[in-house]
């Protein structure tokens, strides 16, 4: 039965619902992605946003605080989700290598009018794309590689890079809103039976933990947003940042800060590379390569075979001419006594030429050919010889019964 292209993936990746959904080799760090930003919403949903739906009774807009951190939460998990369970930008191994005996590791490419070199893959067998890196742990070449993020569990990459960045920049958003309710409904614990901070924070000791969380969080999501933003503003990915920053090189792909953003955020996503669904295609052997001893500048229109046979027919003419000169040089010795004797007698001392000498005669010219050198065909030296043995062979022959 033919297997899919998701069932023969030479990846790490994993794959759920018949290749539809593809995530990293480390897809399980995605459960304690979600317990982070569930957990915690949770606590503030019973602990915090429910004290505060009658806190503001004009149009009942307490309840839009609860609404407001559950479809935030949502809509953060639904980022999380995209990033993580899409093709990040994989480029397709190729299922060969290339045919060249030495494969230089570098090429040049032209990038908006600067040279680029591009390195050639020993695992996936290609030259990667420009902004391409292979990553080792989903042990793929991805597209504008940025980085292998353990908790997305997944590479980031050209296709998954806006998501990314959203994603991270709505738990942000989240952190900073949790944090701003729950500071405020110690406020309004203060004005009533806790005068002081510290009596307050002992009333709702979910606030305050919730608070220190998402002190801590933003450290790291808000930091990283930052950094991204950055990033995006001069067009550069983490790989390029942290591998060429002691390098002080020109960004080829700096368009500009405006333009830059435009491209993370409103140029269309590139379809996949990959048919993950699709049926494995079987691969068809490649020919053997055929290799000549001998070289030839010129050949014959029927090929190096036809060469060959030409040339055996050139030893069987040279054969012919110098039997045909022994004949008559024994007529005219003979004076044309016996020459029905003679003839049949030549017959059967050209049998036996054929016989022994044929063969090796064939082999030896199998390695012959005509030399064309300077517009001139000479006969090759090595036939000459080939001829001349054959002919000394038969002069022994006429000779003997003599």
Same mark, same amino acid.
């Given at each position: 039965?033919?297997?899919?292209?998701?069932?023969?993936?030479? $990846?790490?990746?994993?794959?759920?619902?018949?290749?539809?959904?593809?995530?990293?080799?480390?897809?399980?760090?995605?459960?304690?992605?979600?317990?982070?930003?569930?957990?915690?919403?949770?606590?503030?949903?019973? *602990?915090?946003?429910?004290?505060?739906?009658?806190?503001?009774?004009?149009?009942?807009? $307490?309840?839009?605080?609860?609404? &407001?951190?559950?479809?935030?939460?949502?809509?953060?998990?639904?980022?999380?989700?995209?990033?993580?369970?899409?093709?990040?930008?994989?480029?397709? =191994?190729? %299922?060969?290598?290339?045919?060249? /005996?030495?494969?230089?590791?570098?090429?040049?490419?032209?990038?908006?009018? #600067?040279?680029?070199? &591009?390195?050639?893959?020993?695992?996936? !067998?290609?030259?990667?794309?420009?902004?391409?890196?292979?990553?080792?742990? @989903?042990?793929?070449?991805?597209?504008?590689?940025?980085?292998?993020?353990?908790?997305?569990?997944? @590479?980031? $990459?050209?296709?998954?890079? =806006?998501?990314?960045?959203?994603?991270?920049?709505?738990?942000?958003?989240? @952190?900073?809103?949790?944090?701003?309710?729950?500071?405020?409904?110690?406020?309004?614990?203060?004005?009533?039976?806790?005068?002081?901070?510290?009596?307050? !924070?002992?009333? +709702? /000791?979910? %606030?305050?933990?919730? !608070?220190?969380? @998402?002190?801590?969080?933003?450290? *790291?999501?808000?930091?990283?947003?930052?950094?991204?933003?950055?990033?995006?503003?001069?067009?550069?990915?983490?790989?390029?940042?942290?591998?060429?920053?002691?390098?002080? #090189? &020109?960004?080829?792909?700096? =368009?500009?800060?405006?333009?830059?953003?435009?491209?993370?955020?409103?140029?269309?996503?590139?379809?996949?590379?990959?048919?993950?669904?699709?049926?494995?295609?079987?691969?068809?052997?490649?020919?053997?390569? &055929?290799?000549?001893?001998?070289?030839?500048?010129?050949?014959?229109?029927?090929?190096?075979?036809?060469?060959?046979?030409?040339?055996?027919?050139?030893?069987?003419?040279?054969?012919?001419?110098?039997?045909?000169?022994?004949?008559?040089?024994?007529?005219?010795? !003979?004076?044309?006594?016996?020459?029905?004797?003679?003839?049949?007698?030549? +017959?059967?001392?050209? %049998?036996?030429?054929?016989?022994?000498?044929?063969?090796?005669?064939?082999?030896?010219?199998?390695?012959?050919?005509?030399?064309?050198?300077?517009?001139?065909?000479?006969?090759?030296?090595?036939?000459?010889?080939? %001829?001349?043995?054959?002919?000394?062979?038969?002069?022994?022959?006429?000779?003997?019964?003599?």
């Amino acid at each position: 039965m033919a297997k899919r292209v998701y069932q023969a993936w030479k $990846g790490n990746n994993r794959f759920i619902f018949g290749g539809r959904l593809i995530f990293g080799p480390d897809a399980k760090s995605l459960f304690v992605t979600v317990s982070l930003i569930v957990v915690p919403v949770v606590i503030f949903c019973v *602990f915090v946003a429910r004290h505060l739906v009658h806190r503001f009774p004009a149009y009942d807009a $307490g309840y839009a605080v609860l609404v &407001v951190a559950i479809v935030f939460t949502i809509h953060v998990l639904l980022l999380l989700f995209i990033t993580s369970a899409r093709d990040p930008g994989i480029v397709p =191994r190729a %299922s060969h290598p290339p045919e060249e /005996p030495n494969v230089p590791r570098t090429r040049d490419e032209i990038v908006n009018g #600067r040279l680029v070199k &591009v390195k050639y893959c020993e695992t996936c !067998m290609i030259y990667r794309p420009p902004r391409c890196s292979h990553c080792s742990i @989903c042990n793929n070449c991805v597209e504008r590689f940025d980085h292998h993020c353990p908790w997305v569990g997944q @590479c980031i $990459g050209l296709r998954n890079y =806006r998501y990314f960045f959203l994603f991270v920049s709505s738990a942000t958003l989240l @952190c900073i809103y949790v944090f701003a309710m729950s500071a405020l409904y110690i406020k309004f614990l203060m004005g009533e039976d806790y005068p002081t901070v510290w009596k307050a !924070m002992k009333g +709702s /000791p979910a %606030s305050v933990v919730l !608070m220190i969380y @998402c002190f801590i969080s933003l450290w *790291f999501v808000g930091g990283l947003t930052g950094f991204h933003f950055y990033l995006m503003s001069i067009n550069q990915t983490t790989y390029e940042n942290f591998r060429y920053r002691a390098d002080n #090189r &020109v960004n080829v792909f700096d =368009r500009g800060c405006l333009n830059n953003f435009l491209e993370v955020f409103c140029t269309k996503i590139k379809p996949s590379r990959n048919k993950f669904q699709a049926y494995v295609q079987d691969e068809v052997a490649r020919p053997a390569p &055929v290799t000549y001893a001998v070289e030839v500048e010129d050949e014959l229109p029927g090929g190096p075979r036809a060469k060959v046979e030409y040339d055996l027919e050139i030893g069987g003419d040279l054969l012919k001419i110098s039997q045909r000169r022994d004949y008559d040089g024994v007529d005219e010795e !003979m004076g044309g006594r016996n020459s029905n004797e003679m003839q049949s007698m030549f +017959s059967d001392s050209e %049998s036996v030429i054929s016989d022994r000498n044929i063969l090796v005669t064939r082999n030896e010219l199998r390695n012959l050919s005509w030399g064309h050198r300077s517009g001139n065909w000479d006969i090759s030296p090595e036939v000459l010889a080939a %001829s001349a043995s054959l002919t000394e062979a038969g002069n022994r022959i006429q000779i003997e019964p003599n």
